[in-house]
């Protein structure tokens, strides 16, 4: 787990060199973090919008919709980062800073798994549409299971589907399998003989990593919630009178 963090925190310190000249340049432009986080938040409307009109207007073999919503999700996501090194570079943190940033964080996600359910519904992907509510349950939990733990005064972070692996996982995977349906055709199925059914298709590199999310978000919500109780356990025991 130590190894984990460290690896995750030496990546967010290379993300954080690279981005900070142009958060320099947003702090420059009288960009306050809030305004950074709200722009984030809209972006990510934009991110269901797209999805709704490819459920709505594309056909089922048409991923070039969920393309260009997973680089929107990326591009989003990016300013999920530069908000709070705004804050940080520019010397404005503050606590409701910090809470809208979190509030607008579940809205953004709420919001983003409302588009991908929409489409996966629209186009009658039945069962990846369940995977992405249960991915949508998970990613909650794991967010609100660390907020009650700290709000019970112990440290709940960690697990392998925080926000930042989230947004990249289903931005980048959206964004292939629009790029990959330009070469191989958004109704490529692959199927091997004595199976009725087809094993891949192209919106699979879409779908299998949401399957992945609905199992790994929830089991980190689980995890966290094992270590609040370790936590609290031993926080009560030091509090025991000789």
Not at 11 to 32: A, N, R, S
Not at 90 to 118: H, P, Q, W
Not at 164 to 178: D, H, K, N
């Amino acid at each position: 787990m130590e190894q984990q963090t460290s690896i995750r925190t030496n990546l967010q310190l290379g993300i954080y060199k690279v981005i900070d000249p142009f958060v320099k340049v947003l702090i420059k432009l009288g960009l306050t973090p809030n305004a950074v986080t709200t722009i984030g938040f809209v972006l990510n409307i934009g991110v269901a919008v797209i999805f709704i009109i490819g459920g709505e207007e594309g056909n089922r073999g048409d991923l070039t919709y969920v393309g260009w919503a997973g680089g929107l999700i990326l591009f989003a996501g990016l300013f999920d980062m530069l908000d709070g090194q705004v804050a940080r570079l520019g010397n404005m943190k503050s606590t409701f800073g910090a809470l809208y940033d979190s509030v607008l964080d579940r809205y953004s996600e709420l919001i983003m798994f409302l588009g991908i359910c929409y489409y996966l519904v629209a186009h009658h992907y039945f069962l990846s549409s369940i995977f992405a509510f249960i991915a949508l349950i998970g990613s909650m939990m794991v967010s609100y299971v660390r907020a009650r733990a700290e709000s019970l005064g112990i440290e709940c972070k960690g697990g392998l589907m925080q926000r930042p692996e989230r947004v990249v996982t289903i931005g980048l995977c959206a964004m292939l399998s629009g790029i990959c349906s330009l070469y191989i055709g958004g109704n490529y199925k692959l199927y091997i003989p004595g199976i009725d059914f087809q094993v891949f298709e192209t919106i699979s590199i879409f779908t299998i990593p949401i399957v992945i999310l609905a199992v790994l978000t929830n089991i980190t919500a689980f995890k966290r919630l094992l270590d609040a109780k370790k936590s609290l356990l031993e926080l009560e025991e030091n509090n025991v009178p000789d």
